[in-house]
């Protein structure tokens, strides 16, 4: 070992520094289980890319993460347990992270490397929570949690709505492709944060074709889940794959195999009842199964192939590994609580076996939360299991361990105490006036009266059912600085409630505009679905902009209100943005 690093060491001496410094790739997938993979031992589905990744370098045997999307993003970015980060759930603001945090891609970018994200942010839209202000000069996707067609979807560069091409999988890996196509000759940082298997269950033909007839040769022990639901994951992972094999290609092609870090791993447990290793729990849940993901790294020039991590680990240890591999100063980084795992990984030093992690999922006000340390995981019931010797969790073990119980659940509620107001609800305003436009999603406002949203989900509906002068829509918002903004509503309406008279105020100022054109587009996503979505996601349409006018808002926090003050039919409109223009002082 000692001969091979200080070969290791005299390479690095040799070279310039930036090629020196190794390239970053990490592919975040939404909501793959721990079993879907063939790696671990499923026969349903095959995924030789993702698997080569763990042949060729390391892979990680108990790696943890959060029950749900957002707050798993946050803990990777920034090194901390989500509660600290100003993260507290996955939409409606809730799942916005701290400016003040520092990100890895501001730790990277600050050490001279370039940085990108294709894909799902999903940790604030507005700057300056936008991926733009969190270190990635290039960002390509979009920034919230749902999106509600696949295909041909409507996404954003750089606060500019976009056009994607085809599957969104497909599209997003190219523009990954792309990015390190043009930045081959120096360090970069390209993270792809994927937004499938998560719901729509959504997939090309090609993929699907081999799934739709098959039933699975394995299931989830504690429930059957629904068949054409598994069918399309299971599709969904193998279209996955089929893009980690064209991101090795062109880093083979460029001649960056060996000095490239390529990082895989999932953001909670898997999205419906399918199997997975006989855990308990799936997404959502504080038990294993919820939260024990795949993790798999390469990276030729500083880890052995075939390396296999038995210690427990998370989301919350990549910024400080990845930061100790590139050799990127943290910075005036917060208090970590992830660890630096490149001793680890190159089998230098073992972690303590007292290390804990902690699980938190709060369900409206109740917080559930769970312990996992080395061996066992603790319960908030009291309950301590061996998840290893028994995955299904129907073994307590607390009587026959209770200085291990007692020390988890110390852990905990010292944790759960330092960060309770942030697990309260969430009363921080949407900003404005940060970035020359500001968009307020459908997503981040309030509906009142008899107008609804069009999906139980928020993060991609749209208002609808605005009928009265009684209706109201609201945005709490605190502008970052007082100033004029141009207005501009994105509607549809069809041609027979054309003649409305709309107004947005805020406070005594207000602006008024007629909508006098009518533009009433199809809904889309039905015709992609491979199985029903039981109301969650909405369905998506075209939307077209209408300029309300200039209005003057103050520095200081308020309720942007959107109404009419005339009905001309039997509605107003459906809405799905408001968008801010900053246009002066």
Known sequence: MLRRLIHLAAAVLLVPLAVARPNVVVILADDQGWGDLSLHGNPDLRTPAIDSLATDGARFERFFVQPVCAP??????????????????????????????????????DAGYRTAAFGKWHNGSQAPYHPNDQGFETFHGFTSGHWGDYFDPLLEENGKLVRGEGYITDHLTGRAITFIHENRDRPFFC??????????????????????????????WEKKGELAHTQAALAMVENIDWNVGRLLACLDQHGLRNNTIVLYFSDNGPNGWRWNGDMRGIKGSVDEGGVRVPCVVRWPA?????TRIETVAGAVDLLPTLAAATGAPLGETKALDGINLMPVLRGEAPVSNSRLLMTVQRRNREVDWSVRGQRFRLMKSGKLFDPAADPRQQNDLGTKHPEEARAM???????????????????????????????LPARDGVPHGGVRRSGKAPNCSYFTRWTSTDDAITWHIKPGRAGRYEAWLHYTCPAASVGSVIGLSFGETRVRATIATPFDPPLRGS?????PRHGSESFVKDFRPLRLGVIDLPARE????????????????????????????
Not at 527 to 531: A, G, M, Q, W, Y
Not at 560 to 584: C, F, I, K, T
């Open 302 to 306: 500083g880890i052995r192939a075939g």
């Open 191 to 220: 993270y792809l944060p994927l937004c499938t298997p998560h719901s729509p269950m959504q997939v090309p033909d090609r993929f699907f074709s081999r799934f739709k007839d098959i039933e699975p040769k394995q299931v989830h």
């Open 558 to 585: 308020g309720e942007l209100r959107l109404s009419a003050s005339h009905v001309a039919g039997d509605m107003v409109a459906d809405v799905r943005w408001l968008e801010l223009r900053h246009v002066g002082e």
């Open 409 to 439: 659940r110390a852990f905990a509620e010292a944790y759960l105490r330092e960060v309770a107001p942030a697990l309260a609800p969430d009363g921080r305003p949407f900003t404005i006036g940060y970035s020359p436009v500001t968009w």
């Open 72 to 109: 798993t993003r946050a803990e990777f970015l920034t090194g901390r347990f989500f509660s600290r980060t100003g993260v507290r759930g996955v939409s409606t603001g809730d799942e916005r992270m701290d400016p003040a945090e520092r990100t890895l891609a501001e730790v990277l970018r």
């Open 527 to 531: 015709e992609h679905d491979r199985s």
